[in-house]
């Protein structure tokens, strides 16, 4: 169907003051109307004048307005209303359907009895049945989750609309009685899961019947087609993905995010999976934001260290059912948690060993533990590896108020991936007296120790300093808790209670007496029940 054109038809109107002015003392003439342009005008319009001055409410009326059908001057009656400079002119029937009006102005005085100069003349067309159908008449390309628009010139009854399009089915319809929104639900998607329009179709949209608000029917059915788009074969991709393919050192506590770039068939959990380096299914929440195509993964418990861990998309599909499978993997770290002597400690033992603590497992092989003194001579001694830790063990003591470094190279994860040298120095003591660990509980080698423990260790003297206690179980993971310093005990608390049938490994450095001596480093073990 092609719309009638709703154009100005010969819409002439004429200003004409015939010599008079523009002034209250000329002759009075329409200066504005609620017509417009003409086109679209309801057919049950209200039609107001403006004059350039108070025209008179009693001597002017309905025999100086001249409201025709355009095509064949049929007059049309009505009634006038004039208040100072404005007049209104309401038909006295509803109008028809783009159909063209014609209305005439002559003879209006003002309060002086000065007349018009010559006629006001003003043509019009009246808007169309239906007005606009979206989308419009013989439009390509249009995407499969368009809405279908109907909108009329007035309001019309709800009930009497007959409307229709070819092959769809439709959800009811939204509207203000003018404007009538229906959106499609009849689309054969992937098992069927999404609402729309086939693709590559063309559909023809058909209002038959229609009544308005005055009683006024259709008086023949409108029709219109477009043609949807072809069909979506094209999988989703991933836009970004965090941590990155391939990534390493990445935090052990790390959450998994992918954004997608277009919607999806709302992911659950089981459409995708993470994996260990055994290719071990990881627990883990799940979550997928709509609004940003972004599905979360927040595993149930930190990750394991230098671990490589796989996410799976096994069932990542579309809304048109086109599949995407892809792996992204990526590395935790292996990080150097704590060294004794720490980096710029002074009063040093002078008979210490030194000990490098990691979070995570690591790969010794390779590796080297080196110490010089501040003059770059080596200090011969013997390095142990073990699984989270590395001890060099000088072959003397060291000298008194002397200052050394320490350097770790070498190191990997369990993935191969070196870890940057470790180098620090510290300083050690004078030649004085150093508190001393009198006891320790649980104590050194205890076994069926409550879970519920604190570790508490006890020293010859007042104590302060910048403590260090760690407490690690047996695959080096540390157990979070609080340290207190009070009197001569040390005391750690752990956060929740500890393992059952565990052994655990303290390592206790960083104690000091009152006066800044530094007792010794302390390292020992004990088995919960």
Not at 151 to 175: H, K, Q, Y
Not at 199 to 210: D, I
Request: aromatic share 10%; with cysteine; charged share 15%.
């Amino acid at each position: 169907m092609v719309f009638r054109v709703l154009a100005l038809i010969s819409a002439t109107v004429f200003f004409t003051a015939c010599g008079g002015s523009s002034t209250p003392e000329g002759a009075p003439f329409v200066v504005s109307d609620s017509i417009g342009d003409g086109t679209a005008v309801s057919i049950s319009p209200q039609l107001s004048f403006r004059f350039n001055k108070d025209i008179d409410e009693k001597k002017n009326g309905a025999d100086n307005f001249f409201f025709y059908l355009d095509a064949n001057d049929t007059r049309i009656g009505g009634a006038v209303s004039v208040s100072g400079d404005q007049a209104v002119f309401v038909p006295s029937e509803v109008l028809d359907y783009a159909t063209d009006y014609r209305m005439e102005i002559r003879g209006i005085v003002d309060l002086t009895s000065t007349s018009m100069k010559s006629a006001f003349i003003h043509r019009f067309t009246t808007t169309d049945f239906v007005t606009a159908i979206t989308p419009v008449d013989g439009s390509t390309g249009v995407s499969v989750f368009s809405d279908i628009t109907v909108t009329f010139g007035e309001a019309i009854n709800a009930a009497s609309l007959v409307f229709s399009v070819s092959n769809l089915t439709l959800s009811p319809a939204t509207s203000d009685n003018k404007t009538f929104v229906f959106t499609p639900n009849g689309g054969t998607g992937y098992d069927g899961s999404y609402s729309g329009m086939n693709p590559s179709t063309t559909f023809s949209v058909t209002v038959s019947a229609a009544t308005d608000s005055y009683g006024k029917t259709l008086a023949a059915p409108v029709s219109t087609t477009f043609t949807t788009v072809p069909p979506d074969v094209t999988p989703p991709a991933i836009l970004s993905v965090q941590p990155g393919n391939g990534a390493s050192d990445i935090p052990a506590d790390v959450n998994i995010t992918l954004q997608f770039d277009e919607d999806l068939i709302a992911p659950t959990s089981a459409d995708l999976d993470l994996l260990d380096g055994s290719l071990v299914s990881v627990p883990f929440s799940f979550s997928y934001d709509t609004a940003t195509r972004t599905a979360t993964l927040i595993p149930s418990s930190v990750l394991d260290y230098a671990q490589s861990y796989t996410v799976s998309l096994t069932n990542i599909r579309d809304i048109f059912g086109n599949l995407l499978t892809a792996s992204l993997s990526f590395t935790t770290s292996t990080i150097l948690k704590a060294t004794t002597p720490d980096n710029g400690d002074s009063n040093i033992e002078v008979d210490t060993a030194l000990t490098a603590l990691f979070e995570g497992k690591i790969d010794a092989t390779g590796a080297t533990f080196t110490l010089v003194d501040s003059l770059a001579n080596p200090v011969a001694g013997s390095t142990v590896f073990g699984a989270t830790s590395a001890t060099f063990t000088p072959a003397a003591d060291l000298d008194f108020s002397a200052t050394y470094t320490a350097t770790l190279s070498g190191i990997k994860d369990l993935s191969g991936n070196l870890l940057t040298d470790q180098i620090w120095s510290f300083s050690t003591k004078i030649d004085d007296i150093n508190p001393s660990l009198i006891s320790a509980s649980p104590a050194n080698l205890a076994t069926g120790v409550s879970t519920g423990t604190t570790v508490v260790a006890t020293y010859d003297e007042d104590i302060a300093g910048n403590i260090k206690f760690i407490v690690q179980d047996s695959d080096g993971i540390s157990v979070a808790g609080s340290i207190s310093a009070i009197g001569t005990t040390v005391t750690f608390t752990p956060a929740s209670a500890l393992k059952i049938s565990e052994t655990y490994t303290v390592f206790l450095s960083g104690v000091t007496d009152l006066n800044g001596n530094k007792a010794q480093t302390q390292i020992w073990s004990f088995g919960t029940l």
